[in-house]
């Protein structure tokens, strides 16, 4: 079984998703799950989780539609203002009623401020949501963003982190950035409320760049760190199409993971995300 723990659909005419102006063609216009089912069934995955990508009310709206209407939806990780705490106390139980709200995320790293999750708003958002008993997505593309997963960790023991591609390993980089993520991450994975998503691991200048031996490094360092049972696949598609697309990034990590048990294997590809998550299992007639 192969569920997809991090895969992205957007509608513009739902919402802005501004910072997909002036982006790459193959990303500025509205992408839906027809659009990439034929690679989920070429890669065998069984089931995917939608993830937020605009920080939007209405773009956590048309995800949950989509999960209504498809089977092969397994969870939601969507939005809420965290800065807004008065509004996470208002929508959080308006979307626990949504059996397929199953995280939350914002876009912290389009953020002017690095230390923005450090924010006293932004901090009582979150308690909230560790209070509502849902996992938290946190993106970190600066090396600031990663050291703050170990923070957040440790002010909110009850909360589980879910730290979206590996905290961006620096693939290609020089020695020492490859080493600071190595450090931060172990920091990070220092946490038992952290698991991370082996997701979205791309050239750190040129996204088509990497390596097979540079993505088996990174998944090398994850396993060691946080072990099979706190990581996840997930296919970060359509972004993915930048860096070779969905295919690409799915050999290069099944290579990557080639020297794991198949009980590790089964943990990456299915089991941690069905626990974390807490999806429902996946419908034997689940489209692919």
Not at 39 to 49: R, Y
Not at 60 to 88: C, S
Not at 256 to 276: D, F, I, M, Y
């Amino acid at each position: 079984m192969v569920i997809d723990s991090h895969l992205h659909v957007w509608d513009r005419s739902r919402s802005p998703y501004s910072w997909l102006d002036g982006a790459d063609p193959r990303l500025t216009g509205s992408v839906g799950l027809d659009d990439i089912r034929p690679g989920l069934t070429a890669a065998g995955v069984d089931g995917v989780v939608l993830v937020q990508a605009d920080d939007t009310v209405a773009e956590t709206g048309y995800l949950l539609e989509v999960a209504a209407a498809e089977p092969a939806v397994l969870g939601v990780v969507g939005y809420v203002p965290l800065h807004r705490p008065e509004e996470v106390a208002e929508l959080l139980p308006r979307w626990q009623r949504e059996p397929s709200l199953v995280g939350v995320r914002n876009l912290t790293h389009d953020r002017p401020d690095p230390d923005w999750v450090l924010r006293p708003d932004v901090q009582r958002g979150i308690a909230l949501v560790a209070g509502a008993g849902l996992p938290l997505d946190h993106v970190a593309v600066l090396p600031r963003h990663l050291e703050h997963t170990t923070t957040l960790a440790r002010r909110f023991p009850g909360l589980r982190i879910v730290l979206d591609h590996l905290g961006k390993p620096p693939l290609g980089a020089d020695v020492d950035r490859r080493r600071e993520w190595e450090r931060l991450l172990r920091a990070a994975a220092s946490e038992p409320g952290v698991v991370a998503k082996v997701s979205g691991l791309y050239g750190s200048t040129d996204p088509t760049a990497w390596t097979p031996d540079e993505l088996a490094w990174a998944v090398e360092v994850a396993l060691e760190a946080l072990g099979a049972d706190r990581l996840m696949y997930g296919g970060d598609w359509p972004v993915s199409l930048l860096a070779g697309g969905y295919a690409r990034v799915w050999e290069g990590l099944l290579a990557a993971l080639e020297r794991c048990s198949s009980t590790e294997r089964a943990q990456v590809l299915h089991g941690t995300a069905s626990t974390v998550y807490r999806l429902a299992p996946v419908p034997q007639e689940a489209p692919r």
